[in-house]
């Protein structure tokens, strides 16, 4: 399977924290991307990175990206309650083949 | 402006029916597709047009039937409703990077299918 797995499943921490996320894929990509997906509401894109990058910054997030390993990382840094959302890892392969959603990390922020 | 819509937000229908959901994007991109996202949140491709072409079309019965009428329109038609296709249907469009593969997707809001 192309599908990415995100670890942890569920991951709930205080606001002021950092949370991480992991993602870890099988095939060779062409670029791997984050989403972000309030309950009840479409996924937003939040981060893409190449696969001939290592690391990149948005804002409070910060994505790497690790192909020997083939995995990658979303670090959300001074998380707030509004950063509560389930985030998604997708895979980006090379010949009109659609992105592959992971499952999904659920993150909660406690006030 | 909303980027990508569709349309109804929410279905409720019996076994057996036939429904439509309806997307339209207004950012000029090539590509769309139709996603199904289950109750454990995996989201899952149906299919993807270029252009008005199928490019992919994923182990999908074929109950379900996507139109294209123009490059701005997805629509996805679904025959002889199952309780199983009771899902989130997520439309998306995306512009092709160089390389062939997908840039950053923009989502429509989904629309809740439920099957009694």
């Known amino acids: 399977s192309q599908q990415g797995e995100e670890d942890p499943q569920a991951l709930s921490i205080q606001e002021g924290e950092n949370a991480t996320m992991n993602c870890s894929y099988k095939?060779?990509?062409?670029?791997l991307q984050w989403y972000r997906q309030n309950s009840g509401r479409g996924l937003v894109h939040l981060i893409l990175?190449?696969?001939?990058?290592r690391e990149k910054h948005s804002g409070r997030l910060r994505v790497t990206l690790d192909t020997s390993k083939k995995s990658s990382s979303l670090l959300i840094t001074a998380s707030r309650a509004a950063d509560t959302a389930s985030y998604f890892c997708a895979t980006g392969f090379s010949g009109n083949t659609p992105l592959v959603f992971g499952k999904g990390t659920r993150l909660s922020v406690i006030a | 402006d909303t980027a990508v819509s569709q349309t109804p937000k929410y279905l409720v229908t019996q076994m057996g029916n036939d429904k439509s959901i309806k997307c339209e994007q207004n950012?000029?991109?090539?590509?769309m597709y139709w996603y199904k996202q289950d109750s454990k949140k995996f989201l899952k491709i149906m299919f993807s047009?270029?252009?008005?072409?199928?490019?992919i079309n994923e182990t999908v019965p074929n109950r379900f039937s996507p139109k294209s009428p123009d490059k701005a329109h997805l629509n996805l038609h679904i025959n002889s409703l199952e309780l199983g296709d009771s899902a989130v249907y997520f439309c998306a469009s995306s512009q092709e990077w160089s390389g062939g593969a997908p840039g950053e997707l923009f989502f429509g809001e989904g629309s809740r299918l439920t099957v009694l």
């Open positions: 047009y270029n252009n008005k072409e199928l490019i």
């Open positions: 095939t060779s990509i062409n670029n």
């Open positions: 990175i190449r696969s001939n990058e």
């Open positions: 950012l000029g991109h090539d590509t």
